[in-house]
């Protein structure tokens, strides 16, 4: 029997507009079988409902989601005032209403209370764990989902417009772990009605913008073909706020084989002191990328090895 052939070997982030109604692991499938790709994941989860900016990332480049994900994130979403959703969100059924609808005024003011780094409870349907299962499957077997508060940052959040009584269209920027359906089932709470989001558009994911996106149906019409690759960016995309430290060729390959390396230049040793004990940087010579690694003792150690 013939070997299954496994895809070719692209290397890179594509900016992918997921499409309403697709989870993300069926977009990041979508993507890797219209461009032939061996390997692929994604930087960010974004539930069926929501819409926008899905980093996927390309061979070696899945080595970097953990980075690309601790980006800051910008979402634009509606509220619907006057319905609590188990989900806190569309998807899910009514679990109580409200007639109070809060005014501009009231939502403006409310606001400022929710800027800065606060205590948010995850919405029981989330991917988080609880002793070792997902909190979505127990909170679908019909279990109670008590998930702690802890603190995420919200460096903006600001009203766009209201344009009915029951809906608010809002601007958020946030930090990692962040949730929007959270954001909206408290800020409910906090005008004295009840909330949920009923539509989410994610714009913006660390250096991945929505402007530079490209749509599945889009991708779907360059196919296998070289235009395809134009939409595929460098793996140090996902990097770019991470100081750059260029080596030789030997302290490369040294890096490459999991050793440490002290750097030969003094203005190299310099700025490793200069950054401290634990700093993460990127590795690179000849202008390729080698390794994500830690400074440590005046030198760098390898935290993942990238074969470019």
Request: include cysteine; hydrophobic fraction near 45%.
């Given at each position: 029997m013939a070997a299954r052939r496994r895809g070719q070997a692209i290397h890179g982030w594509l900016i992918l507009d997921k499409p309403l109604g697709m989870s993300s692991s069926q977009?990041?499938?979508?993507?890797?079988?219209?461009?032939?790709?061996?390997?692929?994941?994604?930087?960010?989860?974004?539930?069926?409902?929501?819409?926008?900016?899905?980093?996927?990332?390309?061979?070696?480049?899945?080595?970097?989601?953990?980075?690309?994900m601790a980006g800051r994130k910008v979402y634009r979403f509606t509220l619907r005032w006057g319905e609590a959703r188990d989900t806190d969100d569309a998807a899910g059924r009514v679990t109580a209403s409200s007639a109070e609808r809060p005014s501009t005024a009231a939502i403006a003011a409310a606001l400022p209370g929710f800027i800065g780094t606060i205590r948010q409870r995850p919405p029981a349907f989330s991917a988080l764990k609880i002793a070792g299962e997902r909190a979505y499957d127990l909170a679908r077997s019909g279990a109670a989902v008590d998930l702690a508060p802890r603190p995420v940052d919200i460096l903006e959040l600001r009203l766009l417009r209201q344009p009915d009584p029951d809906h608010a269209e809002l601007e958020a920027m946030v930090g990692k772990g962040t949730y929007i359906r959270a954001i909206g089932r408290d800020l409910g709470e906090a005008l004295g009605t009840l909330a949920h989001v009923s539509a989410l558009r994610r714009l913006r994911v660390g250096p991945f913008r929505a402007e530079d996106a490209i749509s599945l149906d889009n991708l779907a019409s360059l196919g296998h073909s070289a235009a395809a690759s134009g939409h595929i960016l460098p793996v140090e995309t996902a990097l770019d706020d991470i100081p750059a430290l260029a080596l030789t060729e030997d302290e490369a390959g040294r890096l490459r084989c999991g050793q440490a390396v002290t750097p030969l230049r003094p203005s190299d040793r310099a700025r490793i002191d200069q950054l401290g004990d634990g700093a993460t940087v990127r590795a690179t010579t000849g202008g390729k990328l080698v390794a994500v690694a830690q400074t440590v003792a005046g030198g760098i150690k390898p935290v993942r090895v990238l074969n470019l």
């Amino acid at each position: 029997m013939a070997a299954r052939r496994r895809g070719q070997a692209i290397h890179g982030w594509l900016i992918l507009d997921k499409p309403l109604g697709m989870s993300s692991s069926q977009a990041v499938g979508a993507v890797r079988r219209l461009l032939d790709a061996a390997k692929a994941g994604h930087g960010g989860t974004l539930d069926p409902l929501a819409t926008g900016v899905l980093p996927i990332a390309l061979g070696e480049a899945t080595k970097t989601v953990s980075w690309a994900m601790a980006g800051r994130k910008v979402y634009r979403f509606t509220l619907r005032w006057g319905e609590a959703r188990d989900t806190d969100d569309a998807a899910g059924r009514v679990t109580a209403s409200s007639a109070e609808r809060p005014s501009t005024a009231a939502i403006a003011a409310a606001l400022p209370g929710f800027i800065g780094t606060i205590r948010q409870r995850p919405p029981a349907f989330s991917a988080l764990k609880i002793a070792g299962e997902r909190a979505y499957d127990l909170a679908r077997s019909g279990a109670a989902v008590d998930l702690a508060p802890r603190p995420v940052d919200i460096l903006e959040l600001r009203l766009l417009r209201q344009p009915d009584p029951d809906h608010a269209e809002l601007e958020a920027m946030v930090g990692k772990g962040t949730y929007i359906r959270a954001i909206g089932r408290d800020l409910g709470e906090a005008l004295g009605t009840l909330a949920h989001v009923s539509a989410l558009r994610r714009l913006r994911v660390g250096p991945f913008r929505a402007e530079d996106a490209i749509s599945l149906d889009n991708l779907a019409s360059l196919g296998h073909s070289a235009a395809a690759s134009g939409h595929i960016l460098p793996v140090e995309t996902a990097l770019d706020d991470i100081p750059a430290l260029a080596l030789t060729e030997d302290e490369a390959g040294r890096l490459r084989c999991g050793q440490a390396v002290t750097p030969l230049r003094p203005s190299d040793r310099a700025r490793i002191d200069q950054l401290g004990d634990g700093a993460t940087v990127r590795a690179t010579t000849g202008g390729k990328l080698v390794a994500v690694a830690q400074t440590v003792a005046g030198g760098i150690k390898p935290v993942r090895v990238l074969n470019l």
